[in-house]
């Protein structure tokens, strides 16, 4: 067989060593000026109407801060992409794939839709509550653990595992729908308003947002302070660290899953209890997917996931609203916009950790100088 030539290619990459946070944010930032500036290139391609590349940005401000109910469902929209985030950065810490946000959540919507309507009338609506909350956790809980058990017992892929869980409960909600309005099985009956915590804030989105807020600072402290978010960080960096000093990698894997799930299944509850007032099988909508994009992004620190929140819930929301000024379909318009930032966002952090060089030519073409002499 013969052997194949040696290319040398003119460009190469090498580790960066010391790169200052002033640097990568620079970097990270340029990267998402970057991005918006091809979305609105983009946009113009997408329709003709009027001037598209204008109205873009125009759309993407206007959608999010014209009005205080626009600011708000701003802020719910961030709420919702960090609870999902900072639900699964505990496990990938421990570099534990839990991909499974968005079947948990969804697990804890279907539990809290099923208790608040099918508690009887006579129940006090706060207890009711409480019930749903108290079932919307444990449903959440439950779908994570389940994988973490198979991974810990049977070596089964954690990634595989939660990801099918996702279809599950996607597919599990499409059946409780149609077995309880059997009438009109695509729709779900409406919840009381008394049985959800919006008549108690008055406004329906404020409970997401308050929650997000303190969960996070929790998440943070427990990373960054607590023994138990310490061992996350030395299983991840080595396993065999971790067994030679002791630790029970097992049980942390359960343990981490468990707080995994509560938050999502949490993030049903709010969703359904808070803002819908109702079950979909589209409740979360791929939310916990893009979660997934943002922890990582986030280098699983709550602080960096926030940041990443931010930007998401605001291209999501503003981008929709410029879809209906530039005339593009509403319903991928965004998702395509999205796409497109995290794309260059990730391609960025090459660049983060990373440096480019061109290599010498005396290096590149050996050959040719020999042959010359």
Same mark, same amino acid.
């Given at each position: 067989?013969?052997?194949?030539?040696?290319?040398?290619?003119?460009?190469?990459?090498?580790?960066?060593?010391?790169?200052?946070?002033?640097?990568?944010?620079?970097?990270?930032?340029?990267?998402?000026?970057?991005?918006?500036?091809?979305?609105?290139?983009?946009?113009?391609?997408?329709?003709?109407?009027?001037?598209?590349?204008?109205?873009?940005?125009?759309?993407?401000?206007?959608?999010?801060?014209?009005?205080?109910?626009?600011?708000?469902?701003?802020?719910?929209?961030?709420?919702?992409?960090?609870?999902?985030?900072?639900?699964?950065?505990?496990?990938?810490?421990?570099?534990?794939?839990?991909?499974?946000?968005?079947?948990?959540?969804?697990?804890?919507?279907?539990?809290?839709?099923?208790?608040?309507?099918?508690?009887?009338?006579?129940?006090?609506?706060?207890?009711?509550?409480?019930?749903?909350?108290?079932?919307?956790?444990?449903?959440?809980?439950?779908?994570?653990?389940?994988?973490?058990?198979?991974?810990?017992?049977?070596?089964?892929?954690?990634?595989?595992?939660?990801?099918?869980?996702?279809?599950?409960?996607?597919?599990?909600?499409?059946?409780?729908?149609?077995?309880?309005?059997?009438?009109?099985?695509?729709?779900?009956?409406?919840?009381?308003?008394?049985?959800?915590?919006?008549?108690?804030?008055?406004?329906?989105?404020?409970?997401?947002?308050?929650?997000?807020?303190?969960?996070?600072?929790?998440?943070?402290?427990?990373?960054?302070?607590?023994?138990?978010?310490?061992?996350?960080?030395?299983?991840?960096?080595?396993?065999?660290?971790?067994?030679?000093?002791?630790?029970?990698? @097992?049980? %942390?894997?359960?343990?981490?899953?468990?707080? #995994? =799930?509560? $938050?999502? !299944? /949490? &993030?049903?509850?709010?969703? *359904?209890?808070?803002?819908?007032?109702?079950?979909?099988?589209?409740?979360?909508?791929?939310?916990?997917?893009?979660?997934?994009?943002?922890?990582?992004?986030?280098?699983?620190?709550?602080?960096?996931?926030?940041?990443?929140?931010?930007?998401?819930?605001?291209?999501?929301?503003?981008?929709?609203?410029?879809? @209906?000024? %530039?005339?593009?379909?509403?319903?991928?318009? #965004? =998702?395509? $916009?999205? !796409? /497109? &930032?995290?794309?260059?966002? *990730?391609?960025?952090?090459?660049?983060?950790?990373?440096?480019?060089?061109?290599?010498?030519?005396?290096?590149?073409?050996?050959?040719?100088?020999?042959?010359?002499?």
């Amino acid at each position: 067989m013969p052997k194949m030539p040696k290319i040398n290619f003119p460009l190469y990459a090498v580790k960066r060593i010391g790169i200052s946070k002033r640097t990568t944010w620079l970097i990270r930032g340029g990267a998402v000026l970057v991005a918006l500036l091809l979305a609105g290139v983009m946009s113009t391609f997408l329709t003709t109407a009027g001037t598209p590349f204008i109205d873009f940005y125009k759309g993407l401000f206007v959608g999010t801060f014209n009005h205080s109910e626009d600011i708000i469902t701003l802020l719910c929209g961030i709420s919702i992409y960090l609870l999902l985030a900072i639900a699964v950065a505990p496990a990938f810490r421990m570099k534990f794939w839990n991909i499974g946000g968005e079947g948990q959540a969804m697990a804890g919507a279907i539990v809290t839709a099923i208790i608040l309507l099918k508690m009887p009338s006579t129940m006090p609506d706060t207890l009711v509550i409480i019930m749903a909350l108290i079932g919307g956790v444990l449903a959440g809980i439950i779908w994570a653990v389940i994988p973490a058990i198979f991974k810990v017992k049977c070596r089964t892929n954690e990634t595989l595992f939660t990801l099918m869980m996702n279809y599950i409960a996607t597919f599990l909600a499409a059946f409780v729908i149609a077995f309880v309005n059997t009438s009109h099985p695509e729709s779900f009956p409406e919840i009381d308003p008394n049985r959800t915590i919006i008549k108690i804030f008055g406004i329906k989105y404020i409970p997401i947002v308050i929650a997000a807020v303190v969960l996070t600072f929790l998440l943070y402290f427990y990373l960054k302070k607590t023994k138990h978010g310490y061992e996350l960080s030395v299983i991840g960096n080595s396993t065999n660290t971790a067994r030679y000093i002791g630790m029970k990698s @097992s049980w %942390i894997a359960i343990r981490t899953m468990i707080m #995994s =799930g509560a $938050i999502s !299944g /949490l &993030v049903g509850f709010l969703i *359904v209890c808070a803002q819908t007032a109702t079950l979909s099988s589209g409740l979360i909508s791929g939310r916990g997917f893009t979660a997934v994009l943002i922890a990582w992004l986030g280098h699983f620190n709550p602080a960096e996931i926030a940041i990443y929140s931010c930007l998401v819930g605001f291209l999501d929301q503003g981008s929709t609203y410029a879809a @209906s000024l %530039i005339g593009a379909n509403s319903t991928y318009f #965004s =998702g395509v $916009i999205i !796409g /497109l &930032v995290m794309l260059v966002v *990730v391609t960025a952090e090459f660049f983060i950790n990373y440096q480019v060089k061109v290599r010498d030519k005396k290096i590149i073409e050996p050959k040719k100088k020999k042959e010359a002499q």
